[in-house]
């Protein structure tokens, strides 16, 4: 099947500062990706859906200038966290669908980040 | 899309078939029932999904009542490394939206 991949799997930042996590489609062109944040224990929430050339459309609740999206080629979308927080430590996945088969979404092995 | 009900846990011995019952009463005509799993600290995973026919693939098959308001996901054949979370979500056909995750299954495969 088709492989998404994240970079980096897992980063450790201090309070304040700004991490960037990189969602990769390996074998095919993705138009649209997917960012969810997952706390422990929990079910993944949609965080923001990730549009190539365009800006990105946040879920209600989360703040789009701290949640930075840039998705500048069909292949890569990145997401920024800015002025990162204790709170923001969580587990992020993102995910795309090929053209033409979008009852398959593929998810990313995710991205672990811890903020201290 | 319509909202879905799974049992939060569940355990299988190994070798022995999983059944993993949804229910989906409010499930619309045009929504499909689809199953994703996801192993401890692991990005989901996509497993079947299907409208009314029950389907089988190399995973798993999926059991859709003719109603259409419940559906059972089987793994014929469980081992260790399917114990997972898994998912059951509707979801319109043809949809470039996104996932809608409830709370899921926790599966246990023991020996």
């Known amino acids: 099947g088709a492989v998404v991949s994240q970079h980096p799997s897992r980063v450790i930042c201090k309070s304040g500062t700004s991490v960037k996590i990189e969602c990769r489609s390996l074998?095919?062109?993705?138009?649209?990706m997917f960012w969810y944040r997952q706390f422990p224990k929990q079910s993944l929430m949609l965080m923001a859906t990730s549009n190539e050339g365009s800006k990105a459309t946040y879920e209600q609740g989360v703040e789009k200038d701290k949640f930075l999206i840039n998705h500048a080629s069909l292949t890569l979308s990145t997401l920024t966290v800015t002025s990162a927080h204790p709170e923001d430590s969580s587990f992020y996945i993102c995910?795309?669908?090929?053209?033409?088969?979008?009852?398959?979404?593929?998810f990313g092995p995710g991205t672990r980040l811890t903020v201290t | 899309d319509a909202k879905t009900t799974q049992p939060p846990s569940m355990d299988c011995a190994e070798g022995r078939a999983a059944n993993l019952p949804c229910n989906h009463s409010?499930?619309?005509?045009?929504?499909?029932v689809y199953w994703y799993r996801q192993i401890h600290s692991q990005g989901p995973q996509y497993i079947i999904h299907g409208l009314k026919n029950n389907e089988t693939n190399e995973m798993a098959s999926l059991i859709i009542t003719e109603d259409r308001k419940s559906s059972t996901l089987i793994l014929p054949h469980a081992t260790l490394r399917d114990t997972a979370v898994y998912y059951c979500i509707v979801r319109h056909g043809g949809s470039q939206g996104n996932l809608i995750f409830g709370k899921g299954t926790k599966l246990s495969v023991k020996p």
């Open positions: 074998d095919f062109q993705a138009t649209t």
């Open positions: 995910s795309a669908s090929p053209p033409g088969a979008s009852y398959e979404q593929y």
């Open positions: 409010t499930i619309s005509g045009n929504e499909y």
